[in-house]
């Protein structure tokens, strides 16, 4: 059983460290660490109405998907969940920054089962965090333990457009560094199916992030990567700039496959 951790009083580095957190931010915006902010979030909901609804979300990372869901969705509430202390700790002060914390509360967990009982959300949310995540099969049969019925799981996340990865691939999920556990869009569709999810549908954004990545990688060799050395060091952009310019070719081959997630639980 995962342990519910409470407040954090501790900082561990983890993965994403205070270097890797002021990077994502410049490039993709206040509290995200992953692409395309408010808006993509908003793409990622759709056509769901969920004003007032109960969310978790899964990975919250440094908040700018938890306030994303409450300032341009409606959310009523959303609990965050998180596995490392810096994201936590970072999170936490945007979120007092902007005056929510009586909306997004968040909680330290282990991997594993969430620490929630059965129909307690009316919708779980993940934004590039199930990635994360070796089991997906275990991850969604949970994902719909906490779902009340008729509640909808929203995510989007990096998928592997076949197996076995090439050797490219490979190289650039090792590059990252952040040990990726990337599954394919038929991998994700029978977890949510044998979990007993509804309506289960993936939609391909990888054609919209070739677009951005190049805008990205243009981004980080300029003014916004010279402004970034300043606080986090050359080394620390270079390296990025060598992540991105691994990426680039494994979208464009179909391999990396930024794909959104839905399904409902009847
Ligand atoms: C790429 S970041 C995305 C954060 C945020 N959703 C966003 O889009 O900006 C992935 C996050 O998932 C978290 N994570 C990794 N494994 C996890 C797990 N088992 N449960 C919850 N969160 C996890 C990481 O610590 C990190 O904060």
Known sequence: MADRGGDVTEDAPGHYTAELIDVCEAIWGEGFLSPGGTAEVGRIVGSEDIRGAAVLEIGSGAGGTAMALIEGQGAGYVTGIDVEDGVLTHARQRIEARGLTDRIGLVKVV????????????????????????????????????????????????????RPPSAAMEAYIAAEGLDFEMATADDYRAAMEAAGFDHVVTRSRTEWYRREARDELARLKGPLGRKAEDRVGKQFVDRNIAIWERMIPVLDAGEHCPTHLSAVKP
């Open 111 to 162: 991997p594993g089962p969430l620490p929630f009982p059965p129909d307690t959300f009316d919708v779980v949310f993940s934004k590039e965090a199930i990635l994360h995540i070796a089991d997906k099969q275990a991850l969604m049969a949970e994902v719909f333990r906490v779902l009340r019925p008729g509640g909808r799981f929203l995510a989007s996340d990096w998928l592997l457009g076949s």
